[in-house]
């Protein structure tokens, strides 16, 4: 009977420890809205993801870049390059389903994830890189 009653006891015990730890938290992302995106973001950081998520900073390449998304959801981008390169476009963006469409004036139209977290936005691209062709990259976005 004793052995009975440990046996109950481990088995309370194993089953209220299963119940505790395998409830999770929701891990579903907060949802951000047109309101988030708003503003000015300067390119702090390219994650390459394909070559195991190494991080370059665009400054060290030469290349600064501003973003500004506003509230009648037109952008406008300024890529500065210390060679003396000014690349600017424009158009018109807006957001569904966790992607964001920029479509420019000149008619491309892109459709990437981001996500944002307190003044980090991060959109999910693909770059054309001369030696390695078009690679996929995580472009870091800092409100400014």
């Known amino acids: ?4 009653r440990k046996f109950s006891l481990l088995l309370l ?7 505790l730890f395998s409830c999770k938290d929701d891990e579903d992302p907060v949802s951000s809205s047109a309101s988030d995106l708003i503003g000015t ?6 994650i390459l993801t394909s070559y195991g ?7 060290t390449q030469g290349i600064t870049a501003i973003f500004t998304l506003k509230s009648d959801n037109t952008f406008s981008v300024s890529e500065n390059y210390t060679s003396g390169q000014l690349v600017t476009y424009s ?6 389903d966790g992607k964001i469409t920029m479509k420019s004036v ?3 139209t892109m459709e990437m994830p981001y996500t944002v977290s307190g003044s ?25």
């Open 53 to 59: 998520n190494i991080e370059i900073d665009p400054t």
């Open 13 to 19: 015990f194993m089953s209220i420890s299963v119940l």
């Open 91 to 96: 158009g018109t963006w807006s957001i569904a």
């Open 41 to 46: 973001w300067s390119l702090t950081k390219v």
């Open 106 to 108: 000149d008619g491309e």
């Open 120 to 144: 980090t936005l991060t959109v999910e691209t693909t770059i054309e890189y001369s030696t390695y062709g078009t690679i996929p990259v995580k472009m870091v976005l800092t409100k400014q």
């Open 1 to 4: 009977m004793r052995n009975f």
